[in-house]
């Protein structure tokens, strides 16, 4: 299945999940007319994101590499914070996101001599560029400004937003590639239909409906940026736990410098400014 093609099947199975939450616990809202402009950049952010992701790897970018790439997210998230002024951004502060960055690279197993530039490393880039702005966006979307929506209703209103206009990039992208892992359309079967709901329930709704609920005031951009780099250090837990794949001190190595730079991170913040 393409990346496309998954990424739009998750969105409405999503959808589907979260709308039969919300009508449950009885907290279902429309989204108001004010709102609409803001869901709409907010979805598309999300499915530029989830669509550079996925699609790095379908350019045969390995799995480790596109993991690495994507949370290059810190660099931004920190750049972000420091443009508008939410955060400020030290010499240290700085050398702690690189430091877990460099952690990630460590830990996904990349080796910088075997890495081949190609779409899929831009992709992979691009993901990591397109997730902090999601992140900088969810945080706008959970403050005071639209605390009229729960956090699942948030999520829900990014993802109403996300599969129309994830659509329309997907049918302008076919007038310039026809690569069937990029941007083909095949009729699933019944077993790759249970795969891509068990996607949308525990790797989309659980993960990011729970991002949701971070409150803004608690934790800075760049701390929360930091704190989601324990993302590969758990691909590398289920890769022993589940599949009795090797892991070598280098990726042990790389563990340490992540947990390490968001311990510092933490010891920075908690100073007073």
């Given amino acids: 299945m393409s990346s496309l ?19 449950a616990t009885g907290k279902f809202q429309l989204v108001r007319a004010n709102d609409i402009p803001f869901f709409g950049v907010f979805g598309l952010v999300y499915a530029l994101f989830a669509f550079s992701g996925l699609s790095s790897i379908a350019f045969g970018t390995p799995i480790a590499v596109s993991v690495a790439l994507v949370y290059t997210q810190p660099i931004y998230t920190a750049l972000m914070a420091w443009l508008t002024r939410r955060e400020k951004v030290t010499a240290t502060s700085l050398g702690v996101v690189f430091l877990g960055v460099f952690g990630v690279f460590l830990v996904a197993g990349l080796n910088p001599a075997n890495v ?6 831009f992709f992979g880039l691009l993901a990591g560029f397109f ?6 966006l969810k945080r706008r979307a959970t403050s005071s400004m639209l605390n009229a929506y729960t956090p ?25 590639s026809v690569d069937p892992l990029f941007v083909g359309i095949t009729m699933p079967d019944l077993f790759q239909l249970s795969l891509i709901l068990l996607f949308a329930a525990f790797s989309t709704v659980l993960p990011y409906g729970l991002l949701n609920y971070v409150k803004t005031g608690d934790v800075l951009p760049t701390t929360e940026g930091l704190l989601l780099l324990g993302d590969p250090i758990l691909h590398a837990l289920w890769a022993i736990l589940f599949f009795n794949q090797f892991v070598s001190f280098t990726q042990y190595l790389g563990g340490g410098l992540v947990l390490l730079s968001a311990a510092l991170n933490l010891k920075i913040t908690s100073k007073p400014m």
């Avoid at 081949?116 to 490393?121: D, E």
């Avoid at 997730?131 to 900088?136: E, G, P, S, T």
């Fill in 5 to 23: 093609e998954q990424l739009l099947l998750r969105l409405g199975f999503s959808l589907v999940i979260l709308l039969l939450v919300s009508i």
């Fill in 116 to 121: 081949q530039f190609g779409l899929g490393i």
């Fill in 131 to 136: 997730y902090a702005v999601y992140l900088w």
């Fill in 152 to 176: 699942s209703q948030v999520l829900f209103n990014t993802f109403l937003f996300a599969a129309p206009l994830l659509t329309i990039v997907g049918l302008m992208l076919r007038n310039f």
